[in-house]
């Protein structure tokens, strides 16, 4: 264990492993006796790229708050839909199952995360026993626990992936189009493979089917302007952004949810990371 301040000491360890591929952890471990709650947080990078090391900052806002904080590696790229849940589902049960040595509370565990991370936040928080996310047991004698979060924080998150996918190819064939645009529907294919998938694995449109699902309290952190994640869904009956669609299903579904709003021009800073601290801090104790 490395000690990177004097409030908590940062840790890389496999926590799962797929054939010769180890997966890791980034804990970031506050200092004391505990026990703490805990947060496991998750990158973005469109689904095919970016490692436990990209959400950094926030993380160590919340490791000096207090929390234990787990910034998962998981499959992504060609791996494809659900590769990404089922290890982020066997990340958190595994968070839990190691509640003495982390010296955590297990029934005191948020997720987060940034940009295709926040959507995989939210699905694997809305899904936490789905037996496809589930599909890996933890090894024989584990505690008995389930995937299921008490908080979601979303950073900007693409909360739907399929209209994401059309906003983004209507972009690249503009007469100038965004930088984002370039190369993003090869993105989605790669991950996603087809739009039947982009559609079912979908925290939008779970709540539109109406569909039985978990709705932990959630925070979204959204910068202004965005055009990446704050669009209109040309192809949705609602005359708003996607981020105030979302928040109207998911209070309709039962949840309770809030939305903030920061300059994008400091969007990665103290200026999301300690709302999202104080969110943790309200709903995990």
Do not use: C
Request: charged share 25%; aromatic share 8%; hydrophobic share 40%.
């Amino acid at each position: 264990m490395t000690n990177t301040s004097e409030d908590f000491a940062v840790e890389d360890v496999e926590y799962l492993r797929h054939g010769k591929t180890p997966l890791l952890a980034r804990l970031y471990r506050p200092l004391g006796k505990g026990p703490f709650a805990a947060v496991v947080d998750l990158h973005g990078g469109a689904w095919n790229s970016g490692d436990r090391t990209g959400t950094e900052g926030l993380d160590r806002t919340l490791a000096k708050a207090g929390f234990l904080v787990a910034s998962l590696d998981f499959r992504d790229a060609a791996d494809g839909y659900p590769a990404s849940l089922i290890d982020i589902n066997y990340g958190i049960r595994w968070l839990k199952a190691h509640r003495e040595d982390l010296r955590i509370r297990p029934g005191r565990v948020g997720i987060a995360g940034q940009s295709s991370g926040g959507h995989l936040a939210m699905l694997a928080a809305m899904r936490p026993k789905d037996p496809r996310y589930a599909a890996i047991a933890l090894p024989a004698g584990s505690p008995e626990v389930d995937a299921s979060v008490l908080g979601v924080a979303m950073s900007w998150p693409v909360i739907n992936p399929l209209s994401r996918y059309h906003h983004a190819q209507k972009e690249a064939r503009s007469p100038a189009p965004a930088p984002f645009s370039i190369g993003m529907k090869e993105k989605h294919d790669t991950y996603w493979k087809t739009e039947a998938a982009m559609a079912e694995g979908n925290p939008m449109l779970v709540l539109e089917r109406g569909e039985k699902v978990m709705t932990p309290p959630a925070l979204w952190v959204q910068g202004r302007p965005d055009i990446v994640h704050d669009y209109h869904d040309p192809n949705s009956s609602f005359s708003g952004n996607e981020p105030e669609r979302f928040i109207a299903n998911y209070r309709k579904a039962g949840g309770e949810i809030d939305i903030l709003h920061v300059d994008y021009e400091v969007r990665s800073t103290s200026a999301s990371f300690d709302p999202i601290a104080a969110f943790f801090k309200k709903r995990l104790g």
